[in-house]
Nanobody
Framework: QAQLVESGGGLVQAGGSLRLSCAAS????????MAWFRQAPGKEREFVAA????????YYADSVKGRFTISRDNAKNTVYLQMNSLKPEDTAVYYC????????????????WGQGTQVTVSS
């Protein structure tokens, strides 16, 4: 059974940066696409970024393109989300997710989820 554990959330001022980490265990990540989603109060869960474990292709939502960077460390079984130039509208709970197979931006297509980490951006 896969386990995903996020860390790195917190409170930051607008324009600041945070780096989220997602440590995975119990799965062979070589066959998984890893992704970050976020959910703000009263809103739907939305796709943020994804990375294919084989090849390392990356995908981003338009709202974060150019500001966020997803990466992975195969040796540590860990995925990162570097968030720069943060805006108040980035405030949300951020979730790490894993999907067996090719990239998808649909949250319902992901098999495993972390518990989430809160990111709050003050104006």
């Amino acid at each position: 059974q896969a386990q995903l554990v996020e860390s790195g959330g917190g409170l930051v001022q607008a324009g600041g940066s945070l780096r989220l980490s997602c440590a995975a265990s119990g799965v062979t990540l070589a066959i998984y696409t890893m992704a970050w989603f976020r959910q703000a109060p009263g809103k739907e869960r939305e796709f943020v970024a994804a990375i294919s474990w084989i090849g390392g292709s990356t995908y981003y939502a338009d709202s974060v393109k150019g500001r966020f960077t997803i990466s992975r460390d195969n040796a540590k079984n860990t995925v990162y989300l570097q968030m720069n130039s943060l805006k108040p509208e980035d405030t949300a709970v951020y979730y790490c997710a894993a999907r067996r197979g090719a990239y998808s931006s649909g949250w319902s297509n992901y098999d495993y989820w972390g518990q989430g980490t809160q990111v709050t951006v003050s104006s």
